[in-house]
């Protein structure tokens, strides 16, 4: 009996131990993300930003792109098109923000520059009516969210930097003028030594906040988990914080740091919150990896997953923008750039391989509407410091054409700048112009004519006399290419 009672005890711990073992990540059922368009842009890359419907018009969703170079905007209905016509007016602003309360929303950059949208023809014509950069030149806009619960659509910048756990700016029509509409929120609790890892609003409304931290003679620091109460007097927001949970990191010297970096993964559909933290797993031999906590009552409530092999170093958090259920997030590992779902970050669902692609060093992603046509958000990955590129990957598995690589097309361009349509020409070239509607009709107003290499101008107005009001395309053709440019009358 006793013999029994032991070797059930001795089972009982090893199911135990292997329940909470370090495993490696597994890649046997990863997917390879097929690339369906690798552009190359030139110079240093930088992040990419999606543009929904700016400025109100539906069905024109932009795709901005800056680099040393200068970038390019592109459409991105239905497909991106690199030989069209690249939307005028738009520049880098990306960011929404309900500045004065009348639809739509107003766009920022990244210099805190806000644009208002100013009627809409064939460009998107709008009029800076305010510079918000009162902390610092690049305010690294984070997202747009009503923080402050006064109906109006503000700006999160600046996360956990400059001191403070975010600066807002704020929107709404009584929010002033330039500097007044920043409203700071800081106040976090300090121990002797303290580190801000994550703040972030919960699926259940509530702002938390994670913070490393390590009294003067502790031999181990905790990783503490708050929750925040924010209330917005004036410029500032009064701040309350109420410790929640810890994790003790097991250190023995004042030398060790258990810890590392940690990423909020935020359910929304199932009302779930997830931390994951790098820290050291086992001390004897000593074993980093990362440890994935439901988090979503307050608590650190370890899920049993501990993953070697990879760190938080490099992530794309895309939360639920791919449609999916459950949150996605992109973990750069040695076996490649792996993709996992929030509840399971031991088993990754698809993989890209960045080697080859010009891609690298990687600089950032956006995610995008339905480019191969599966009904489901695909991505747009940037990178490279000197001859930059842009590709768009997806996780659809039916897309027959696994790469198509071009250039930005360089050379002769067709631009419209007012009711003006400007074809420039760098050697002389058979030029045509028609005229189509969006369901497929077309005109030819132009007929084919050998251009010299230089600018000829032509005006709308007369090319679209006998056509009633509506939206249009102009489809000019400058020897094989056509460039499309979208027109309303």
Same mark, same amino acid.
């Given at each position: 009996?006793?013999?029994?009672?032991?070797?059930?005890?001795?089972?009982?711990?090893?199911?135990?131990?292997?329940?909470?073992?370090?495993?490696?990540?597994?890649?046997?059922?990863?997917?390879?993300?097929?690339?369906?368009?690798?552009?190359?842009?030139?110079?240093?890359?930088?992040?990419?930003?999606?543009?929904?419907?700016?400025?109100?018009?539906?069905?024109?969703?932009?795709?901005?792109?800056?680099?040393?170079?200068?970038?390019?905007?592109?459409?991105?209905?239905?497909?991106?098109?690199?030989?069209?016509?690249?939307?005028?007016?738009?520049?880098?602003?990306?960011?929404?923000?309900?500045?004065?309360?009348?639809?739509?929303?107003?766009?920022?950059?990244?210099?805190?520059?806000?644009?208002?949208?100013?009627?809409?023809?064939?460009?998107?014509?709008?009029?800076?009516?305010?510079?918000?950069?009162?902390?610092?030149?690049?305010?690294?806009?984070?997202?747009?969210?009503?923080?402050?619960?006064?109906?109006?659509?503000?700006?999160?910048?600046?996360?956990?930097?400059?001191?403070?756990?975010?600066?807002?700016?704020?929107?709404?029509?009584?929010?002033?003028?330039?500097?007044?509409?920043?409203?700071?929120?800081?106040?976090?609790?300090?121990?002797?030594?303290?580190?801000?890892?994550?703040?972030?609003?919960?699926?259940?409304?509530?702002?938390?906040?994670?913070?490393?931290?390590?009294?003067?003679?502790?031999?181990?620091?905790?990783?503490?988990?708050?929750?925040?109460?924010?209330?917005?007097?004036?410029?500032?927001?009064?701040?309350?914080?109420?410790?929640?949970?810890?994790?003790?990191?097991?250190?023995?010297?004042?030398?060790?740091?258990?810890?590392?970096?940690?990423?909020?993964?935020?359910?929304?559909?199932?009302?779930?919150?997830?931390?994951?933290?790098?820290?050291?797993?086992?001390?004897?031999?000593?074993?980093?990896?990362?440890?994935?906590?439901?988090?979503?009552?307050?608590?650190?409530?370890?899920?049993?997953?501990?993953?070697?092999?990879?760190?938080?170093?490099?992530?794309?958090?895309?939360?639920?923008?791919?449609?999916?259920?459950?949150?996605?997030?992109?973990?750069?590992?040695?076996?490649?750039?792996?993709?996992?779902?929030?509840?399971?970050?031991?088993?990754?669902?698809?993989?890209?391989?960045?080697?080859?692609?010009?891609?690298?060093?990687?600089?950032?992603?956006?995610?995008?509407?339905?480019?191969?046509?599966?009904?489901?958000?695909?991505?747009?990955? &940037?990178?490279?410091? @000197?001859?930059?590129?842009? !590709?768009? /990957?997806?996780?659809? #598995?039916?897309?027959? $054409?696994?790469?198509? %690589?071009?250039?930005?097309?360089?050379?002769?361009?067709?631009?419209?700048?007012?009711?003006?349509?400007?074809?420039?020409?760098? &050697?002389?070239?058979? @030029?045509?112009?028609?005229? !189509?509607? /969006?369901?497929?009709? #077309?005109?030819?107003? $132009?007929?084919?004519? %050998?251009?010299?290499?230089?600018?000829?101008?032509?005006?709308?107005?007369?090319?679209?006399?006998?056509?009633?009001?509506?939206?249009?395309?102009?489809? @000019?053709?400058?020897?094989?290419?056509?460039?499309?440019?979208?027109?309303?009358?």
């Amino acid at each position: 009996m006793r013999m029994n009672l032991r070797l059930l005890l001795a089972l009982i711990l090893a199911v135990t131990c292997a329940a909470n073992a370090q495993v490696p990540f597994d890649i046997s059922k990863a997917v390879p993300v097929k690339t369906v368009m690798n552009v190359r842009i030139g110079g240093s890359v930088g992040t990419p930003h999606f543009i929904p419907s700016p400025c109100g018009i539906v069905g024109r969703d932009v795709l901005s792109v800056g680099s040393s170079t200068g970038g390019l905007q592109l459409y991105t209905q239905p497909r991106i098109d690199t030989t069209a016509q690249s939307p005028r007016g738009l520049g880098l602003s990306f960011i929404p923000i309900d500045y004065d309360g009348v639809s739509p929303f107003e766009l920022m950059n990244v210099e805190g520059r806000i644009d208002r949208c100013d009627g809409v023809d064939s460009v998107f014509r709008r009029v800076s009516i305010d510079t918000v950069n009162c902390w610092t030149p690049n305010i690294e806009p984070e997202y747009s969210m009503d923080v402050d619960g006064d109906g109006y659509l503000d700006v999160v910048c600046d996360l956990l930097g400059g001191g403070m756990l975010a600066h807002v700016i704020l929107g709404g029509p009584k929010a002033g003028k330039g500097c007044e509409r920043v409203a700071e929120i800081h106040g976090y609790p300090n121990r002797y030594k303290s580190l801000k890892r994550a703040f972030f609003r919960s699926s259940s409304g509530r702002w938390r906040f994670v913070q490393w931290e390590r009294g003067q003679s502790d031999l181990s620091p905790v990783m503490m988990l708050y929750d925040v109460g924010l209330k917005r007097t004036g410029n500032v927001f009064e701040t309350t914080f109420t410790p929640l949970d810890s994790i003790y990191g097991g250190s023995s010297s004042l030398d060790d740091d258990p810890f590392g970096m940690v990423e909020e993964l935020i359910d929304t559909v199932h009302h779930k919150d997830y931390l994951l933290v790098e820290r050291v797993l086992q001390w004897n031999p000593v074993t980093k990896g990362v440890e994935r906590f439901d988090i979503t009552d307050g608590r650190f409530a370890s899920t049993g997953e501990k993953v070697t092999e990879y760190s938080l170093a490099f992530c794309d958090n895309m939360g639920h923008s791919l449609g999916t259920d459950v949150p996605v997030i992109g973990i750069n590992t040695y076996r490649g750039f792996c993709y996992f779902y929030a509840d399971n970050i031991t088993t990754a669902f698809a993989k890209f391989n960045y080697f080859g692609t010009g891609l690298q060093p990687a600089r950032g992603f956006t995610v995008i509407n339905d480019q191969t046509g599966d009904g489901k958000p695909d991505i747009v990955l &940037t990178g490279g410091t @000197v001859d930059g590129r842009m !590709a768009v /990957v997806s996780f659809d #598995q039916s897309v027959s $054409v696994e790469e198509n %690589t071009s250039d930005v097309p360089a050379g002769s361009t067709a631009r419209l700048s007012g009711d003006q349509l400007d074809v420039t020409l760098v &050697t002389p070239e058979v @030029v045509s112009v028609d005229v !189509a509607t /969006v369901t497929g009709q #077309q005109w030819t107003v $132009v007929p084919p004519t %050998t251009l010299d290499a230089g600018t000829k101008h032509y005006d709308v107005t007369t090319l679209l006399h006998s056509r009633p009001s509506g939206a249009y395309f102009l489809r @000019v053709h400058i020897g094989a290419r056509i460039i499309s440019i979208p027109v309303t009358r």
